[in-house]
């Protein structure tokens, strides 16, 4: 959640100094590397998106948890990407997911990391009933939490560049 208001704030600023640049105002021999700059930071801040997204685990199907004791297995543990993470029952019949039998033998399957990070918050336990879309699972990436501390000094970087060669009007 931290990571999604950290990129949104990134973004925002990135917007309006590029509005600001592309008005012609300010020192004109610096305005071409501070947009060289600008365009940087809009990439990284893409790319930290995109990797946000992978950071949170959900249901590809309308199932059941069929992990026991998932916090206890998860919770604060490293893992890898393509890591098996816990395991779905699905039903024969879709209207009957509610009111699957765990214990029978039911097709499963198997929901994997998209990505390495650490386990920060496991949303289901054994038993819930998910459907495709719902969050199971957030991922923390240690890399993330530095670029974005990377991202954010480079914004103030380029903000004190506004104040000194002229801010926005």
């Given at each position: 959640k931290q990571y999604a208001a950290d990129i949104a704030a990134a973004t925002e600023t990135i917007n309006t100094l590029e509005t600001w640049m592309n008005s012609g105002r300010g020192t004109y021999e610096k305005?071409?590397?501070?947009?060289?700059?600008?365009?940087?930071?809009?990439?990284?801040a893409d790319l930290d998106q995109q990797k946000l997204q992978?950071?949170?685990?959900?249901s590809p199907i309308d199932g059941k948890v069929a992990?026991?004791?998932?916090?206890?297995?998860l919770i604060e543990r490293p893992v890898t990407k393509g890591e098996?993470?816990?395991?779905?029952a699905l039903p024969r019949d879709p209207l009957a997911?509610?009111?699957?039998?765990?214990?029978s033998g039911t097709t499963r399957r198997e929901v994997?990391?998209?990505t390495e990070g650490i386990i920060k918050e496991v949303l289901v336990k054994y038993g819930?009933?998910?459907?495709?879309?719902?969050?199971?699972?957030?991922?923390?990436?240690?890399?993330?939490?530095?670029?974005m501390?990377?991202?954010?000094?480079?914004?103030?970087?380029?903000?004190?560049?506004?104040?000194?060669?002229?801010?926005?009007?």
């Open positions: 305005i071409p590397a501070a947009k060289a700059a600008l365009e940087n930071l809009k990439l990284q992978l950071l949170t685990i959900k992990t026991q004791n998932l916090r206890e297995k098996v993470l816990l395991t779905l997911a509610q009111h699957l039998d765990l214990s994997r990391s998209n819930d009933h998910v459907k495709p879309g719902d969050v199971l699972l957030q991922i923390q990436d240690p890399k993330l939490d530095e670029k501390s990377w991202l954010k000094h480079e914004i103030e970087s380029l903000k004190d560049w506004i104040q000194k060669y002229g801010p926005p009007k």
